[in-house]
């Protein structure tokens, strides 16, 4: 069963992920778990809706009591694992992926991730033996009960307007883009706070995501275009269950995600402490990020790529926020640590309108720092590759953290192995537009050679 990857289930529907499969992902989880409860929710994709009835019956015939919270944002999920106390929660999604996808994202209390790390392969045992323990109604066990949770979008939105001082928002220009996706939930009530006019695309929940595909990393070319036709100050967009955000400048310009992370940095570490405050960034990232919570006074933590990893380094290092090149930004709320693409929102439009400048002025100091974006090449074996890169570039400093970074005193790059397809993945830095290019072309022909 390749549906259980590392960080979550996810597959196709239904030839991969079916209703049979949903059902018994549900007896598992409990099984697994002694779960005593579990929070579930859905995103708006065609096949949540019959997924969601089977796992939700597998829970409860495995003797565990369903907080039932249906169409949601993943954000506002993690929140209400958290708010609700509950023991652990599911959340069926295919996040970015193709329509065509779904999946499902599993947490322990506090919305902890479970990952191939700490039960996703226990849980996959248990599935394909199709045998659980005697806590189910065979075994005489009673029945879960359901109840439903109608208003914990409105705790969360409360939540994220209490923690953002929004009142000191300008009348920005914004291009708005859910892309048909569950992020409208809250933004229908969020934005009519704001001052700001906006325009909106794809504002219909959709699970055919008619006006572009869920992942707006690749997918953005129209909200590009509707930021240039508007002369608008910012064009935002979101993926299919709202945990990446992506910003397009006023110049209709693309603004990768590490260099966010950089710059809500420098908001975030604008509060002093007594102790620097630990910033959490995926080894991806440009060192644009590592620099400037440096220059902030801030304390850097390089991580692994995976939101469970980023979790648990956040945790260890009770850092108040993290970001990924992917456009997962992630905050410290109280003992939650979890993806807030609404705080991201929020905090960009007060940073551009305390300091009275356009997004693009905001990331004036990123102009040193020349990046690749994430280049994939399809490869017949993996090791074999990684092997050559370490052998070729035996003279820079090698870290071994995820795939292999490679350090120059003027340029770095990051070849990492996908876990799930047979692809290698590039990301490349230079200190000038020319090595860039220079560079990726010959790591380019070390990988694919």
Sequence with gaps: MDIFRAYDIRGSYPSQLNEEIAYKIGRAFVAFLNAKNVLVGRDCRLSSPELHKSLINGILDQGADVIDIGLTDINAFYYAVYKLKAESGIMITGSHNPKEDNGFKLVKEKSIPISDQNGILDIKSLVERNKFDSRNKEGGKKKGKLKSKKNIHKDFLKTILNYVDYKTIAPLKVVLDPGNGTAQIILDELIKKLKCSFIKMNFKIDGNFPGRGANPWINHNAVTEAVKNEKADLGIAWDGDADRIFFIDEKGK???????????????????????????????????????????????????????????????????????????????????????????????????????????????????????????SEVEDKEHVLRKLEMKYRDGKINKLDGITVEYSDWWFNVRPSNTESLIRLNLEANSKELMEKKEKEVLAVIRS
């Design 254 to 376: 693309f603004i990768p995600g590490d260099f966010i992370t950089g710059l809500l940095s420098k908001i975030i570490l604008k509060n002093p402490a007594e102790t620097p405050f630990s910033i959490v960034y995926d080894l991806r990232s440009s060192h644009y990020v590592k620099d400037t919570i440096k220059k902030n006074n801030g304390n850097p933590v390089i991580c692994k790529v995976g939101h469970s990893f980023i979790k648990h380094m956040m945790r260890n290092n009770k850092a108040v926020f993290a970001g990924e090149v992917s456009g997962h930004y992630y905050f410290k709320y109280e003992d939650l640590y979890c993806e807030n693409s609404f705080f991201v929102f929020l905090n960009i439009l007060k940073i551009m309108s305390q300091e009275k400048k356009k997004i693009s002025e905001l990331l004036e100091d990123t102009k040193g720092y020349f990046i690749s974006g994430e280049i994939s």
